[in-house]
């Protein structure tokens, strides 16, 4: 009876979970196979899969390091407790109250031939730039990376904070009194103490930019392809199941197997 007592406490959760992620996983599973390899062959010699594959990693690689950088900078100023902290706090976690199509609207008025940014530029008698034009990958990329640094890096700064206020200052009180400077105390004190806020911070945010849709989609629409944009495209526009299910899968073993990566790494550079 005392080993069921546990399992009854989390059926609610695993039922929950079956029904959220199991049964969907099955039907993806299933579409993506039901034509044998077909699907698949037509994802993969899509000329769009090899763009959106790429645009994602380079993605993932320019952003998460910028937002991990720019969270614990926020963090360790809100730790040093200046003047209107509550000020500070709310104004940097506004985005995470403006919804991923909604803060690439908002950066399209920005970067648009017409937008805010170019009519700066015009008024300076500088000369303006085609941000999200098809043939300038380099501009577009720029748009998309600093639209997504500014909607999600609110998520990695309030993970960092909840993991920074755990942080003993008993610690660093001890390193000063011995010495140690500013940024020995950061790289010997404060960042190994924040490892397993910045190793889920990390995992997290790099799935979230693996799924990076809306943003690039109301900035250039089809021109930047990105994963889950070509999943939405053979789904809705295209109507073929079992190709978007076979896109959704890259998808799936790419999250799980950064994840993985990550653990691991995290877990050797612990034991050594």
Do not use: K
């Not at 910028?66 to 709310?90: D, I, K």
């Amino acid at each position: 009876m005392r080993l069921r007592g546990p399992w009854l406490l989390l059926l609610p959760s695993i039922v929950f979970m079956l029904a959220l992620f199991g049964w969907p996983l099955v039907q993806a599973l299933i579409s993506a196979f039901s034509e044998g390899a077909g699907a698949w062959e037509r994802l993969f010699t899509d000329a769009y899969f090899l763009r959106a594959l790429r645009n994602t990693l380079l993605l993932i690689v320019i952003v998460v390091p910028v937002q991990l950088v720019l969270a614990v900078a926020m963090a360790l100023l809100v730790q040093a407790r200046p003047r209107f902290l509550a000020g500070h706090f709310y104004l940097w976690t506004i985005p995470l109250a403006v919804s991923e199509l909604a803060a690439g609207l908002v950066w399209l008025s920005v970067f648009d031939s017409r937008g805010y940014l170019n009519s700066l530029l015009a008024s300076l008698g500088l000369p303006t730039v085609q941000w999200l034009n098809y043939t300038s990958t380099g501009t577009m990329l720029l748009a998309v990376v600093i639209a997504e640094v500014w909607r999600a890096t609110s998520l990695v700064f309030v993970i960092v904070v909840a993991g920074i206020q755990l942080v003993p200052r008993d610690y660093d009180e001890a390193a000063q009194v011995f010495g140690a400077s500013w940024w020995q105390r950061l790289r010997h004190v404060t960042l190994p103490q924040l490892g397993p806020s910045l190793q889920v911070a990390l995992i997290l945010r790099t799935i979230l930019a693996l799924q990076a849709f809306a943003v690039a989609q109301a900035l250039t629409g089809r021109d930047f392809p990105l994963l889950v944009g070509e999943t939405y495209q053979w789904y809705v526009n295209l109507q073929n199941p079992p190709v978007a299910s076979a896109a959704a899968l890259v998808v799936l073993v790419l999250s799980l197997g950064t994840a993985v990566l990550y653990l691991r790494s995290m877990r050797n550079r612990a034991a050594a």
